[in-house]
């Protein structure tokens, strides 16, 4: 079946960097957008940014360009978010997600990882 | 950027209600919205996408309406399972993505 598997808890410091992975299994992985969505403790989702694992464009939202780094390894099917500078409200479960459809336009989000928690705390 | 603006933020209801949750959009999105249901320290789920169409395997007490800046889904038979929080998430612009601060659904 589809599923995306992402890497273990986190905690850092802060301003330091850390690295989330989210291994994809049960299709194509170079055919369809993941994306990257973070939510802080109780509250919503926040759009991070998404890559093609095809070609490995990647394209951020505006309050993470800069800080935020997505990568691709299609050998082992797996995407990367690393983010940089952390600070206290870099605290949240960040989710891996994949397009609902193929190709790059724009779709539902279709399936999620199941979640990695960073902590960041001095 | 689109501003999506989900109402109620809260709602109490029983088991065997009808429910009614509104997303309005800051500018017209065609019908590229989607719900999402989400529980307590899980992934959220896609419910509904193309703002009406049902996800394969999603119960048929789950719907979705709209077009432009206004949307709802409806659950009309409220079951146990369905007390959650939901989300609604517009895809029109290509950059960036944006969601609706939730809705949490409680037991009345």
């Known amino acids: 079946q589809v599923q995306l598997v992402q890497s273990g808890a986190e905690v850092r410091k802060p301003g330091a960097s850390v690295k989330v992975s989210c291994k994809a299994s049960?299709?194509?992985?170079?055919?369809?957008?993941v994306h990257w969505v973070r939510q802080a403790p109780g509250q919503g989702l926040e759009w991070m940014g998404w890559?093609?694992?095809?070609?490995?464009?990647?394209n951020q939202a505006q309050r993470f360009q800069g800080r935020v780094t997505m990568t691709r390894d299609t050998s082992i099917g797996t995407v990367y978010m690393e983010l940089s500078s952390l600070s206290s409200d870099d605290t949240a479960v960040y989710f891996c997600?994949?397009?609902?459809?193929?190709?790059?336009?724009?779709?539902?989000?279709?399936?999620w990882g199941q979640g990695t928690l960073v902590t960041v705390s001095s | 950027d689109i501003q999506m603006t989900q109402s109620p933020s809260t709602l109490s209801a029983s088991v065997g209600d009808r429910v009614t949750i509104t997303c309005r959009a800051s500018?017209?999105?065609?019908?590229?919205l989607a719900w999402y249901q989400q529980k307590p320290g899980k992934a959220p789920k896609v419910l509904i996408y193309?703002?009406?169409t049902l996800e394969s395997g999603v119960p048929s007490r789950f719907s979705g309406s709209g077009s432009g800046t206004e949307f709802t889904l409806t659950i009309s038979s409220l079951r146990p399972d369905d007390f959650a929080t939901y989300y609604c998430?517009?895809?029109?612009?290509?950059?960036?993505?944006?969601f609706g601060q939730g809705t949490k659904l409680e037991i009345k």
């Open positions: 998430q517009q895809y029109n612009s290509y950059s960036p993505y944006s």
């Open positions: 049960g299709y194509s992985f170079t055919d369809y957008y």
């Open positions: 193309d703002a009406s």
């Open positions: 500018q017209s999105i065609s019908r590229w």
């Open positions: 890559i093609s694992p095809n070609s490995g464009v990647t």
């Open positions: 997600a994949r397009d609902g459809e193929p190709s790059g336009n724009h779709y539902w989000f279709d399936p």
